[in-house]
């Protein structure tokens, strides 16, 4: 900008200077002819339509203009108004004392980071939750922000409207019915000595806790079935709440174990043939016990390796991390946050409250 309008700036001196040997008579002509013009470039334009001038063609003409009375201005045949050629004026200066007294932070103060996250939590919880509910829950805990806060928190997150997040995904209609599922599998390995050994584990889904059923070298129907019946009784002790069992087609479960689980009100579901995804949350554990312990762990005899199964549940119920619990261990879930969630419907309803 600074190059143009300096090359406009010499432009119109060498102009002026040829004015000085024009008559009287030849600049009158001269500004007919130019203030005709003009009639007919604002004839053909309309009134409609703006003539744009780039910035330097402002400063230019500003500093050519701001000179005339206001009164021969106003008398001046212009493509814009008199009041525009004033502003352009105006406008440098008033750049220029904002930069210096512009204040630091304008407006409003920004919202808490604890609030923002808050909010942002109830509407990723809560799928049919907009601005307008999730300001109503804020009210409900006491937080004063405004609805329009919530809204342009919302748009800076990138979460779309309620109605666009009201479907059901599986993933979460799974995880709501996480409480009611168990799972389990047939682990294989081989000892020191060459004899192969089976371990028999299940898994809960909502807490990821595992119980290692027990481990032989021949898993029989008689062994299968007690190895069961120990896990109801168990699950009994313990209060689990479980209606489903997941496991595969292996032909090391006999019928038999159907029925076990049936008298205690948990029903069978089979996965399909060769997709372990639909167990994928055992099999995961599978991969994780062959990674961090059978492989790294020489294994004498089934006396080793039930030792060995029986530090490695601890361990794993205890005090692994566990991205599935927000980094916690199944039998040690984290402190319980500021804002407690209580769930109802199996996780289809939040209701939200302070921790005591």
């Known amino acids: ?17 040829r004015l000085l040997r024009m008559s009287d008579q030849d600049k009158d002509v001269e500004i007919l002819v130019l203030r005709h013009q003009i009639a007919v470039l604002e ?3 309309g009134a409609d339509t703006r003539v ?18 206001r009164a021969v201005l106003h008398r001046l045949r212009l493509l814009v108004r008199p009041d525009t050629v004033l502003r352009w004026h105006r406008d440098p200066m008033r750049r220029r004392h904002g930069r210096i007294c512009r204040p630091k932070r304008p407006g409003r ?8 996250a808050l909010i942002l939590r109830l509407v ?15 009210t409900t805990l006491g937080i004063k922000v405004a609805p329009s806060t919530v809204w342009e928190i919302l748009k800076q997150a990138g979460l779309d409207p309620a109605p666009e997040r009201a479907s059901t995904t599986w993933a979460d209609f799974l995880r709501s019915q996480a409480d009611a599922i168990l799972a389990c599998d047939f682990i294989e390995t081989v000892t020191l000595s060459g004899q192969r050994q089976y371990v028999l584990a299940a898994i809960e889904h909502a807490t990821r ?7 032989t070298a021949h898993p029989s129907a008689n062994w299968v079935t007690q190895a069961i019946k120990n896990l109801v009784m168990d699950l009994d002790d313990a209060g ?10 292996d032909g090391k479960f006999p019928a038999i174990v159907d029925e076990v689980l049936a008298e205690a009100g948990i029903t069978t579901v089979l996965t399909g043939i060769r997709i372990p995804r639909m167990n994928s949350i055992m099999e995961r554990w599978v991969q994780s016990c062959r990674h961090e312990l059978l492989d790294r762990c020489l294994v004498w005899n089934e006396r080793h390796l039930r030792h060995a199964l029986r530090e490695y549940e601890r361990f794993y119920n205890r005090h692994r991390a566990h991205q599935a619990l927000n980094h916690a261990a199944p039998l040690h879930p984290v402190p319980d946050p500021i804002i407690r969630r209580r769930d109802r419907l199996g996780g289809i309803l939040h209701e939200y409250s302070h921790a005591a």
């Open 52 to 69: 744009r001038f780039a910035p330097e063609d402002r400063a230019l003409l500003a500093a050519l203009l701001t000179s005339l009375p």
């Open 209 to 215: 806790r595992v119980r290692v059923l027990g481990t």
């Open 240 to 249: 689990c709440r479980a209606r489903f069992l997941l496991r595969d087609r």
């Open 109 to 116: 103060p920004p919202t808490v980071c604890s609030i923002r």
């Open 43 to 45: 004839r053909q334009l």
């Open 1 to 17: 900008m600074l190059l143009r309008l300096a090359y406009l700036t010499v432009t119109n001196a060498f102009a002026a200077l």
């Open 124 to 138: 990723r919880e809560n799928p049919s939750c907009g601005y307008r509910r999730g300001h109503g829950e804020l």
